[in-house]
């Protein structure tokens, strides 16, 4: 794998591989000096141009546990404010000779366009309404943890999928891995033609109770350019996964930041079926081995370490 742009350029053994890496490097979180030196000497950059809390830590964390050099370059504060384009910024940081670009941007396709700009890996950390390739894979790695195999499971991703990069990574991503999706939310929130990425649309939560896992997702705000749904209030009483809509055998799933009351009740955030947590900590350890997996891929494959090897 030279970059990570898309979850389409994967295929399920590469998921599992990368899961797989993910859960050998799960031990070193758990040392007293969490650090190997599988990439040591190599340079991260870290390019945020929209805000992150979660992506932005953990593949900051992720790099520095591999001990490599990490750049982290938010858009406020640099030139990008003065009005330096995308790939001005890109042909001015490759001065600093980086081995891998870590890029969010709210534009659609941007991760693609920075291959052709830089001689850098590049891993797509969310380009607008597209993909957020890292997160599908941190959610597959959280489910394997828990449930082992997940062919046969039904997940349900309830809520703003139209505005969601992470509904269009997670819907391909689970079905790789023989997961039955179903997409649920207002028609007003659910894209045309959805269907045909394989899964079934819902426009009511009658039938949650047929999910093993309930995924919901953020209202995104910052897309919106109109109202899409008449308000909050009238969103949570429909659509709001809460104690009494939430089964006890499902486990609960969002990708953050969570708008408590909206999409989820409070006490769903903070029951055990929230898997919420967990799925932050699997941030760490999946992009650990993504940047592993970019940096591993771009040498000659049949090279590539072992992931033994990267834990001494
Ligand atoms: N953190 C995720 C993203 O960047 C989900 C969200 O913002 O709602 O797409």
Redesign the pocket.
């Known amino acids: 794998m030279n970059h990570l742009l898309s979850i389409e350029d994967l295929d399920r053994e590469a998921i599992e591989r990368i899961c797989d890496r993910a859960a050998s490097f799960a031990e070193v979180a758990g040392r007293e000096i969490k650090k190997v030196p599988a990439l040591r000497g190599r340079t991260v950059l870290n390019l945020f141009y929209?805000s992150?809390t979660?992506?932005r830590s953990s593949f900051e964390l992720a790099a520095k546990r591999l001990s490599a050099d990490v750049v982290t370059f938010a858009a406020s504060g640099s030139s990008v404010e003065k009005g330096e384009s995308l790939k001005d910024t890109i042909l001015t940081l490759n001065a600093h000779k980086p081995d891998v670009i870590v890029i969010?941007t709210p534009w659609a396709g941007s991760a693609q366009l920075v291959t052709g700009w830089s001689p850098a890996q590049v891993v797509n950390a969310?380009d607008g309404k597209h993909e957020?390739p890292t997160?599908a894979l941190l959610d597959v790695h959280t489910l394997r943890s828990k449930l082992g195999a997940l062919d046969g499971l039904d997940v349900w991703i309830v809520g703003d999928v139209l505005h969601?990069?992470?509904a269009r990574s997670n819907i391909l991503a689970f079905q790789k891995m023989g997961m039955r999706v179903t997409v649920c939310g207002p028609p007003t929130l659910i894209p045309r033609g959805i269907e045909a990425l394989g899964c079934t649309v819902r426009h009511t939560l009658d039938r949650l109770a047929e999910a093993d896992v309930v995924y919901a997702?953020?209202m995104?705000h910052e897309r919106m350019d109109q109202a899409w749904i008449p308000s909050l209030r009238e969103y949570a009483a429909l659509f709001q996964i809460n104690a009494a809509r939430l089964s006890p055998h499902q486990i609960l799933m969002h990708?953050?930041?969570v708008n408590r009351g909206v999409e989820l009740s409070g006490e769903v955030v903070d029951s055990p079926q929230a898997a919420i947590t967990a799925q932050v900590e699997a941030g760490v350890v999946v992009r650990m081995a993504v940047l592993y997996e970019v940096l591993a891929g771009s040498r000659a494959s049949a090279a590539a370490p072992s992931a033994e090897g990267a834990l001494a």
Request: charged share 30%.
């Open positions: 929209e992150s979660r992506t969010r969310g957020h997160q969601s990069r992470v997702l953020r995104q990708p953050g930041p």
